[in-house]
């Protein structure tokens, strides 16, 4: 991640319009809801529900970036339901109303585990249509490993500015300190992210800037430590990787690496890869002054996978 050794923040605010070919009106959804399971080591979820009028046509989980929380989606989520799809949105463990001190992770296993039950509560409560993951920055590679690790889980992966690799800027001795004040001072302050990096709209980075469940603070030392070590490992398992997989990255991201982005359709042989990168666009895509472009691309890649059932 480029000049910023372990930040990786936030999920993208909501778009309002997009290319004429693919109308969405400004609603809320036809119903939505707030629950809570128990996920690794009995730590209370938070999760939300949205849902269209219809029977779904599919599901869309979404795993979140570092920092922010479920409810950011929520028009996101109203687009989504306009078009059939019912949408499930966790807060990660340490994050937004979930359970947990902030930001605390005791390994990245729990978030995989926590993911894991989101997406067998949405399975069992819409069967039987396409179930697609989408992972935002920490999200992304959260939603990578998983569909790494179970790929039999997914219909499909959308990662939108996901943390696969550090940057080059980033010296090696800053790494290593990191990971062992990780390791052994895990409540160590590391980082904190610029709020002007997450987009080049004002009015975006005022709203990020005023959200009381976004973490305002310094990122501890414990998180980072987990994600930079599951970053370290993801280059070397990307080409096993067996699920159709859209990736979304702007060039100008300040906060994850696009080289990261750009190498996963190199590495991938076994499923089908589609990559997009949008000329100056900052680290929350759905949220630049560009974001017309990137809906009706994730558009356009799900509408093929939207027609069918899925055959999980």
């Given at each position: ?7 990786c923040v936030l999920g993208a605010r909501p778009l ?23 996920g690794a080591q009995g730590t209370q979820i938070v ?266």
């Amino acid at each position: 991640m480029s000049g910023i050794p372990f930040a990786c923040v936030l999920g993208a605010r909501p778009l309002r319009h997009h290319p004429s070919g693919h109308p969405v009106p400004t609603i809320e959804p036809v119903e939505h809801s707030e629950s809570s399971f128990n996920g690794a080591q009995g730590t209370q979820i938070v999760y939300q529900v949205w849902k269209p009028d219809a029977d779904p046509t599919a599901v869309v989980v979404i795993a979140h970036g570092l920092g922010e929380h479920a409810r950011r989606y929520a028009d996101v989520a109203a687009e989504l339901t306009a078009r059939g799809i019912a949408v499930y949105a966790l807060d990660h463990r340490g994050h937004g109303r979930s359970a947990g001190r902030r930001l605390a992770l005791r390994h990245w296993h729990d978030f995989l585990e926590d993911l894991g039950t989101m997406l067998e509560i949405a399975r069992d409560a819409v069967p039987d249509v396409p179930l697609i993951l989408l992972g935002h920055s920490m999200g992304g590679a959260i939603a990578l490993t998983y569909a790494l690790d179970r790929p039999r889980d997914l219909d499909a992966l959308v990662l939108s500015a996901p943390a696969v690799t550090l940057g080059t800027g980033t010296p090696k001795v800053v790494i290593a300190v990191g990971k062992v004040l990780g390791r052994f001072l895990p409540w160590v302050p590391v980082e904190k992210i610029d709020p002007a990096s997450v987009s080049r709209d004002p009015e975006v980075v005022e709203r990020y800037k005023a959200d009381p469940l976004v973490h305002h603070g310094m990122i501890p030392a414990g998180i980072a430590r987990q994600l930079v070590l599951t970053m370290e490992s993801l280059p070397g398992r990307i080409p096993a990787l067996r699920v159709p997989t859209l990736v979304l990255h702007g060039s100008a991201d300040q906060l994850t690496d696009v080289a990261g982005s750009r190498m996963i359709p190199d590495l991938v042989t076994s499923a089908e890869c589609t990559m997009h990168v949008y000329d100056g666009l900052y680290h929350e895509l759905f949220n630049e002054p560009e974001r017309q472009q990137v809906l009706g691309d994730l558009l356009d890649w799900l509408a093929p996978r939207l027609a069918g059932a899925s055959t999980k």
